[in-house]
């Protein structure tokens, strides 16, 4: 079936810096989504990608849909403490698939 | 709020039981799709039904089953219960079927098997 590779696994990062996260993949992708969440929550969406090459901001966060379609990356800039969570890529392939496939996940640590 | 409900939040139960969660879709979304989490894990994709139909099937058990209504809530059964069943059970819903658009998630329905 389809994978995502989600990296890195986790990461500590000290308040202020910038983070960067990415996901790919051996398929081609028709959208690209990235959610965070938080302990015993459920996920929620931060930012939808449905176009090769999209670059869209959501405040401090910034994705991309790559080009070749088979990976997005998600930026968090100036972190703060409240960005701890775990992010999740997901991905919708073509016609005739309706499954939202996720990654691992990446858990971002923020140290104040 | 996501406006996608769940019930209910946590359920305790011992094994051989069966269970049923219920999803509520966000109000005008026909699509609703089943997650399972399990502790630290990624979120597998269980099932998704499109307007009481079935659409997609990932990897769901054949003691799982599940049904979307005509008001579009949605039901999951869990049967036979084990104890690796214990995780956290997210439903989600969408617009559409799959393709250009967000599926947005529950609070998500903690279950415990005992």
């Known amino acids: 079936g389809q994978q995502l590779n989600q990296s890195p696994q986790s990461m500590f990062i000290q308040e202020g810096e910038d983070v960067s996260m990415n996901c790919t993949s051996s398929?081609?992708?028709?959208?690209w989504l990235w959610y965070k969440q938080d302990p015993g929550e459920g996920p929620v969406l931060l930012i939808a990608l449905y176009k090769a090459g999209e670059l869209t901001s959501n405040g401090r966060l910034t994705a991309q849909f790559g080009i070749t379609r088979k990976d997005s990356f998600l930026n968090i800039s100036a972190s703060i403490p409240s960005d701890v969570g775990i992010y999740f890529c997901?991905?919708?392939?073509?016609?005739?698939?309706?499954?939202?496939?996720f990654g691992k996940g990446t858990k971002l640590s923020v140290i104040p | 709020d996501s406006g996608v409900t769940q019930t209910p939040k946590h359920l305790i139960t011992a094994t051989g039981q069966r269970v049923t969660l219920r999803c509520s879709p966000r109000s005008g979304d026909l699509s609703v799709y089943w997650y399972q989490q399990s502790l630290d894990q990624g979120l597998q994709f269980l099932i998704q039904y499109y307007n009481g139909e079935e659409r997609a099937k990932g990897n769901i058990l054949e003691r799982f089953s599940a049904q979307q209504f005509p008001d579009l809530h949605s039901e999951l059964n869990l049967s036979s219960l084990e104890l690796g069943d214990s995780a956290l059970y997210f439903c989600?819903?969408?617009?559409?079927?799959?393709?250009?658009?967000?599926?947005?998630f529950g609070q998500g329905t903690r279950l415990t098997v005992v």
């Open positions: 989600a819903s969408s617009v559409d079927p799959g393709g250009n658009t967000e599926a947005f």
């Open positions: 398929s081609i992708f028709n959208t």
């Open positions: 997901a991905g919708v392939s073509g016609a005739g698939s309706y499954q939202l496939t």
